[in-house]
């Protein structure tokens, strides 16, 4: 099963060119045959990152929104926040486990990411960390296998057909 992503940098010093993190996801997306359907970025500024997505979730060909930035601890992290004023359900376990698998990685440092997972309008949107560590570590340790229908004992991607259920 394909999976539509589109994938957005939040950042106020990168570019398309030279958007580490962004490359490596859109690299990853490719690899497991998930289409990216849309790639932005956008600086830490809350209203132009919820512009962003709250147009993607409009999109009913796009099934995830993926962030990259934004979601450390400064005055400028705010990726969490205009995430959290779009939100119809939280998925408290994807930031609590990338905490424990980037442990692994980076030790108590992990402490200062706020890498989150939301559900808005009928799709997931997964807050990563702007650095190409996390980035990584989220996609090989989490996402490959939750995006992926074939993954048991279940995933994320076979509840799409479910998710605007009321």
Not at 42 to 50: A, H, N, P, S
């Amino acid at each position: 099963m394909q999976v539509n992503i589109a994938l957005l940098t939040v950042t106020d010093t990168r570019t398309i060119d030279t958007d580490k993190s962004g490359a490596i996801l859109v690299k990853k997306i490719k690899e497991q045959n998930h289409k990216l359907i849309d790639r932005k970025i956008v600086k830490d500024e809350k209203e132009e990152i919820k512009k962003i997505i709250l147009e993607w979730l409009k999109n009913k060909d796009l099934d995830v929104i993926i962030t990259t930035g934004g979601t450390g601890l400064t005055g400028r992290d705010i990726t969490p926040e205009a995430i959290k004023d779009i939100t119809d359900k939280e998925i408290p376990g994807f930031g609590e486990l990338f905490r424990q698998l980037s442990y692994k990685t980076i030790g108590t440092a992990t402490m200062q990411s706020r890498a989150c997972a939301v559900l808005a309008n009928g799709k997931y949107i997964f807050a990563l960390p702007g650095s190409s560590g996390g980035v990584t570590d989220a996609w090989d340790m989490i996402l490959k296998y939750q995006l992926d229908i074939n993954h048991r004992p279940c995933n994320f991607a076979e509840l799409f057909p479910r998710l605007k259920e009321k």
